[in-house]
């Protein structure tokens, strides 16, 4: 088997990264990019799943941080979001622990409703540990039960260090990499499959299956084969972006901050050299240099470079493979940087294809009707989770937030919600990404407070649920006091080399 990929962004490297590692040396894998051309070059946090990719390389977790001159992330902490002056932290790993059949959560909601209850995040480590600046990965002598256990951790990095990275690391693996400008994309006029692409040099790169990674141009995917494009924006209003990196004023903090603004919100991402802002805004509600002003004027440090604008409709790609073209990254749909999961769908992606790529250059269509229904489905999950975010609202400040507050939401959203503040009952569906913990962090965080809880609750005596609550609550605090800073891990585990940012 041939394989090519167009593109050498995250989602190149990545792709060529794990194929190279997963296949055997039958096959060869060449990867065509452009340096002329570039690559987005955002994309710096990520979502927990990310280590597992990692550990598929081999890589080595302080080496990649190092290199990467990444710092670690314990969540997301959200303010303005539901009400301005509001904070909460949307989290990873677990919230204090189930007893019986009941989630946690429920015992907190009984718990909250007769006012015995704190705020949600004080019975999760990693809230409480990202709040007060700590990190350490979950020791290995410890069972999941503790909460040391159950700290789950994801990373921030610099978008170019780590393709950088992976390159090093594909090109080792025997991945051939092609400098140059696709001019032409050449398909066998009887099927339509591509067969190859033809560079500005006349060079002729040709294939049994190309993997679109050519970002939001969508080459092959859009360009060749006309997947279409299904635009998601009456519920996620955001188009554009501007990013910013600045300086570092202080010791990396182990979560990502999004702030609400007044048309959209804005990224704090902290690195070891440097820190990685944003405004991810709507064009119908503010003009790029009212947005470049908001977002100059909320740096912690002095800028570093002016801003880079971005333009993007969020949504997928109606097909994100079609023949023997497999779109990956931007090329196959994008969803704004709000939870993180871009690159968290390229790796997924990958996987997929890994279970059903096809043993010759024909692929039949069971394996590409089924790769698309889990694209989707995977997307339309996530989507809803960032829907949730924005509609989630009592803000009615200015007319973006007017505008969100009020939209109409997706049904399969709707009934999320519904259920969840009747008696803050939750069912994660099949195996879509965010679980019951995120779910309900962010739902409560917005402000949807459940009306009732569920019954099972009620086998715990009054008496005892406040003690049961504040043990936990007690628990999480002294362990959370064990645990190093995140300044300290860094520099004791994965310190990267000093650099100019
Ligand atoms: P690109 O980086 O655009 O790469 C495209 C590649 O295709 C380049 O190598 C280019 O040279 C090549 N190419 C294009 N045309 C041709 C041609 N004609 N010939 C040859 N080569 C060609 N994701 C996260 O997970 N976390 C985040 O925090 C996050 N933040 C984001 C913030 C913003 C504002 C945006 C827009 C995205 C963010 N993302 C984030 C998404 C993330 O940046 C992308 O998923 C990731 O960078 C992958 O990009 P890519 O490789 O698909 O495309």
């Known amino acids: ?159 170019a260090l780590y393709a950088r990275f992976l390159r090093e690391y594909a090109e080792q693996r025997g991945v051939k990499r092609i400098e140059g400008k696709v001019r032409e994309v050449v398909t066998n006029p009887e099927n339509g499959y591509v067969t190859a692409v033809r560079l500005e040099n006349g060079e002729s790169v040709s294939g049994d299956l190309f993997i679109d990674c050519t970002g939001f141009r969508g080459l092959l995917i859009e360009g060749t084969c006309e997947a279409g494009y299904e635009d998601w924006k009456q519920w996620l209003p955001c188009d554009r972006a501007l990013a910013v990196p600045c300086a570092k004023v202080a010791p990396p903090t182990p979560y990502t901050r999004s702030t609400a603004r007044g048309a959209g919100w804005q990224w704090r991402i902290p690195l070891q050299h440097r820190t990685g802002n944003g405004y991810v805004y709507s064009s119908d509600f503010i003009s790029d240099d009212e947005a470049a002003s908001v977002l100059l004027a909320n740096l912690d440090g002095a800028k570093l470079a002016d801003p880079k604008p971005l333009r993007f409709t969020t949504g997928i790609r109606r097909k994100a493979w079609v023949r023997n073209v497999v779109a990956l990254g931007l090329a196959s749909g994008f969803m704004e940087p709000l939870e993180s999961t871009s690159i968290h769908m390229i790796q997924s992606g990958i996987s997929r294809l890994l279970q059903l790529l096809p043993e010759s250059g024909h692929v039949d269509p069971l394996l590409i009707d089924r790769y698309n229904a889990q694209v989707r489905f995977e997307a339309e999950r996530i989507r809803d989770f960032l829907v949730l975010h924005y509609n989630a609202t009592s803000r009615n400040d200015t007319p973006f937030w007017d505008h969100c507050r009020t939209m109409a939401v997706p049904d399969t959203l709707k009934e999320y919600t519904d259920l969840f503040r009747h008696s803050g009952r939750f069912f994660r569906n099949a195996d879509e990404m965010f679980g019951l913990v995120s779910w309900v962090q962010v739902m409560v965080g917005q402000g949807i407070m459940p009306t009732g809880y569920d019954p099972l609750v009620d086998q715990m005596s009054d008496e005892d649920l406040p003690r049961f609550l504040a043990s936990i609550r007690d628990v999480v605090s002294k362990n959370v006091d064990l645990m190093p800073t995140h300044e300290q891990f860094i520099a004791r585990e994965c310190p990267a080399p000093q650099v100019a940012a």
């Open 1 to 159: 088997m041939n394989i090519v990929i167009v593109g050498g962004g995250t989602a190149g490297w990545m792709a060529a990264s794990a194929l190279s590692r997963a296949l055997n040396r039958h096959t060869t894998i060449r990867l065509v990019e452009s340096d002329e051309i570039g690559i987005v070059g955002v994309g710096e946090a990520t979502v927990p799943h990310i280590k597992a990719f990692n550990q598929m390389l081999g890589l080595n977790e302080a080496q990649f941080v190092s290199r990467t001159q990444g710092s670690f992330k314990l969540g997301i902490e959200f303010r303005d979001w539901g009400r301005l002056g509001d904070s909460y932290v949307h989290g990873f790993g677990t919230m204090g622990h189930d007893v019986g059949l009941a989630s946690f959560h429920q015992y907190w909601i009984k718990g909250r409703l007769r006012g015995q209850a704190s705020d949600l995040l004080d019975y999760s480590v990693n809230t409480v540990a990202a709040m007060r600046g700590k990190f350490m990965p979950a020791p290995v002598d410890v069972p999941a039960s503790n909460p040391l256990g159950s700290i789950a951790y994801a990373y921030h990095f610099d978008a």
